[in-house]
């Protein structure tokens, strides 16, 4: 289930640092971070408007593919509207919208690694993987291009079509609050704290967000996907927490890390800041972790 946003804004010289960072934290070939397929934006860090929604197999490789990184002709990809932006502008913002490593699907760079001991030749993909990860990426692409087009009466401009699952009874203004909370235009919990290159360097932030992730997708069990903020974030991490079905993995340990270092106080990373609405000011009322 897709419940985390990451984000960065980035150069064209940071290009490959930044490819280099959504594949350490979004890798298709370990059980860590997160999934490698996933939901993507591309948006303009000084207005927050969204200028392209895609889904993509594998992460880290269709930023190159956008990026102009690796060879790909102009119509299987972003890269002449990405270039023709550099030339305009200083700076582009990207985030993805992520989930689970156990939602990981079967793409080609999987094969020949260290985690060859779950792959399948017969049949050419690791049995241990969901391919349900893909019909989550698709629905979630179809809401949130569905959500932009009520509200613009337009698909983003970079966005030629609807996307491949288009779910017009789904977008909803929830829908694009959510590439508001993409772009920077406003602040949740659902936002990780820290920017995708600082997460791929900073191993405490990153178990940080492994454990938000849980408590995020809590929420939405919790509320069938209505209504969440930070206190129900929050809240659900808690009870998982403490709920013993996740004894021996670490889940409360860390959430007592995450609430006595002040981490959620962090202000959301660029273009987001400690004046964006939505930011968190005070740690909520909530139900904690037992220590």
Known sequence: MLATWMRDVYRSCDKPALRAAIDDLCSPRDYFGFASVGVYVFFDPSSHKTLYVGLARDLSERFAQHNSLVKMSDTGCKRRQVNGWFERNETLGYAAFVQSPLDQ??????????????YDEESNVFWGYEPGGLD?????????????LNAHGRLPPWNKIRGASHAPKLATPGGYRLLEMAAGAVDSLLVARKSIRE?????????????LHVGRIGAIEDTFGEGINTPIIWNALAQRANDPLYEGTGLRETALRIESSGYLLLPPPPPGSADTPGVLTQLPGRRKPDG
């Open 199 to 211: 997460l791929s360097g900073d191993p405490t932030a990153m178990a940080f967000e492994e454990a």
């Open 136 to 148: 989550n990426v698709k629905r979630a692409e179809g809401i949130l291009l569905s959500s932009h």
């Open 105 to 118: 699907v079967s793409v080609h760079r999987q094969a020949g690694t260290s985690s060859a001991a779950f």
